[in-house]
């Protein structure tokens, strides 16, 4: 499948995504949304796609919804179109995705990274929600996501000032997993997912689903869920290989895969 705006590919078991509008600094338009949303259900679909790298230039991840596009909109038109409705799909998709983020990833870019799994930072990593100095505020989630990853005071600053967060300061306050040079970060995103790659697919997506849950519900309901998935994999032929291999003291030959 050939796209305008982003490029694909599969390297082993990781389907890998990259953002590509360089002359507006990967600015996610209608057009990068719609081809967002195909690659990934694409990757979903593809059994032999067990994780997904997301990711942008050096310069950066993405710097934002595109500004261009939304500026002669009107409330009608926002709100007919339900305007970002169409990113709530990366929500839907259950294989783990992998946000590999350079340079600077702003607004959109950011609320973006936040819909991945988890986020692997390059040193020269630059987070932001500018919204505020648009005269708007977030509106793919930023608002609520960057809470939940960096808590109250942070996130009113974030969004109240609309300034960047480097990559030291994102590691410290919880919104990216790690920070590695900037050379390294494809390959250290790609390594990651491969690695998640090489496990059950059932037992990561459960396990995806599990951590996912952790955000929507009580911690009773949490506990009570996990604590049904857990027993539920032990109808998996996975779990009786895994468990097998180490009794063996051998490596897993998972199956699901
Ligand atoms: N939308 C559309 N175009 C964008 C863009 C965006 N979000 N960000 C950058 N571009 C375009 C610029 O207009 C410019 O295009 P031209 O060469 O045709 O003028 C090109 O990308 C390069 O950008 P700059 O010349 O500005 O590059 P720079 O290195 O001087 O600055 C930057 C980089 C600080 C990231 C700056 O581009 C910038 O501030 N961009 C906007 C960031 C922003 O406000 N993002 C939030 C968008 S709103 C949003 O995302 C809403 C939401 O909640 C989802």
């Not at 500026?71 to 709530?88: A, L, V």
């Not at 995705?97 to 930072?121: H, K, N, R, T």
């Not at 410290?172 to 090489?198: F, H, N, Q, T």
Request: glycine share 8%.
């Amino acid at each position: 499948m050939a796209y305008e705006t982003i490029l694909v590919e599969t390297r082993g078991r990781v389907g890998l995504l990259t953002l590509n509008r360089p002359k507006a600094l990967n600015a996610l338009n209608s057009t990068v949304l719609r081809e967002v949303v195909e690659a990934l259900q694409a990757f979903e679909a593809d059994a032999a796609v067990g994780a997904i790298v997301v990711t942008g230039s050096e310069k950066a991840f993405a710097a934002g919804a595109d500004i261009r596009e939304m500026q002669p909109k009107s409330y009608i038109d926002m709100y007919m179109e339900d305007f970002f409705s169409g990113w709530d799909a990366l929500g839907r998709v259950r294989k783990p995705i992998i946000a590999a983020v350079s340079g600077y990833a702003l607004g959109g870019g950011c609320e973006l990274a936040m819909m991945c799994d988890f986020i692997i930072a390059s040193d020269t990593a630059k987070f932001g929600q500018p919204e505020i100095t648009l005269g708007v505020m977030p509106g793919m989630g930023g608002s609520q996501r960057l809470t939940h990853f960096v808590g109250k005071s942070k996130a009113m600053d974030m969004c109240l000032t609309g300034r960047m967060m480097d990559a030291a300061e994102a590691e410290r306050s919880g919104l990216v997993s790690r920070v590695v040079p900037a050379a390294d970060l494809l390959d250290e995103a790609l390594k990651a997912a491969a690695k998640i790659a090489a496990f059950s697919l059932p037992a990561v997506m459960m396990t995806k689903e599990a951590v996912n849950r952790s955000y929507e519900t009580t911690l009773t309901e949490g506990l009570r869920f996990e604590r049904r998935v857990f027993h539920a994999m032990f109808a998996l032929e996975d779990q009786k290989e895994g468990m097998a291999a180490f009794v063996d003291k051998r490596s897993p030959n998972f199956r699901n895969r």
